[in-house]
């Protein structure tokens, strides 16, 4: 059966490259024969972390996510209290990512983030990581994140993608290839996923051998917006009290 990828992404890309004393050439986005640790070794909570706190990526994918924009806004990682209860945090564990505007607490969007690992191996062979498992689980903490009546639930799908072995000449298009790969984005189609829930992906490509802390793509693709609606007051008033008992929230001011 043949996928498609979504027609439309945002992308970036970054070349960090050292300066060394006495040297006036650099070469730009070329190939590279490092080959450092593979973006697919790092673990979920790291890599949306990572993504979020780096100021680059941080700007480039708030963008599409701030829902009050011209004002500062708040995130968080893997919320537990005082946002879910512990009968919420038995079933759930923890909001993945929260986002809402400081002065608009009611209009708050959660993320229950899911990671698939896509590697190309010199031989030219893909392999994907337990995409039904990520998907099913990701289906069922949605569902439940939804009911908690947050103003806007996603489901987002980070791909780790290192595809310094694929055959691409341009270092801007090494990513993994395969109707496997395209299968991931299916994940909009399942009838499992929770109605009003939205679908996010990000594609965090390596190209090279070069850290992905230094060297990577990125993609964005905001698939299915969730659909809006009026925050319950119980979890305003959980957010409220988050407000109040922090000293220095993480901001982001679009």
Same mark, same amino acid.
């Given at each position: ?126 392999? !994907? ?11 069922? $903490? ?16 980070? !791909? ?23 299968? !991931? ?20 490509? $390596? ?48």
């Amino acid at each position: 059966m043949k996928y498609s990828r979504p027609r439309v992404f945002q992308q970036m890309v970054c070349h960090a490259i050292p300066l060394g004393n006495g040297k006036d050439t650099y070469i730009a986005y070329g190939n590279s024969d490092k080959d450092e640790t593979s973006v697919i070794e790092t673990e979920e909570r790291e890599i949306v972390k990572w993504l979020f706190t780096n100021k680059m990526t941080n700007d480039f994918l708030l963008r599409n996510l701030i829902e009050f924009p011209g004002h500062p806004h708040s995130f968080h990682f893997e919320m537990k209290e005082p946002i879910l209860n512990r009968n919420e945090m038995t079933k759930i564990g923890d909001i993945d990512f929260l986002i809402y505007p400081q002065s608009r607490p009611d209009l708050a969007t959660a993320i229950e983030f899911k990671k698939v690992k896509v590697f190309t191996k010199p031989n030219g062979e893909v392999k !994907i990581n337990r995409l039904d498992f990520v998907n099913k689980k990701g289906m069922k $903490q949605v569902k439940q994140i939804r009911k908690l009546g947050f103003h806007k639930t996603y489901l987002g799908i980070i !791909i780790e993608d290192d595809g310094r072995h694929t055959d691409e000449i341009s270092t801007m298009h090494k990513t993994s290839k395969s109707d496997n790969v395209d299968r !991931i984005f299916n994940t909009t189609n399942n009838p499992e996923l929770e109605q009003v829930a939205g679908v996010l992906y990000i594609v965090i490509n $390596q190209p090279t051998g070069e850290s992905v802390q230094t060297r990577f793509n990125l993609q964005f693709c905001l698939h299915k917006p969730a659909i809006k609606i009026n925050q319950s007051v119980e979890r305003t008033n959980r957010i409220k009290d988050l407000i109040k008992s922090l000293k220095l929230p993480l901001t982001h001011k679009s």
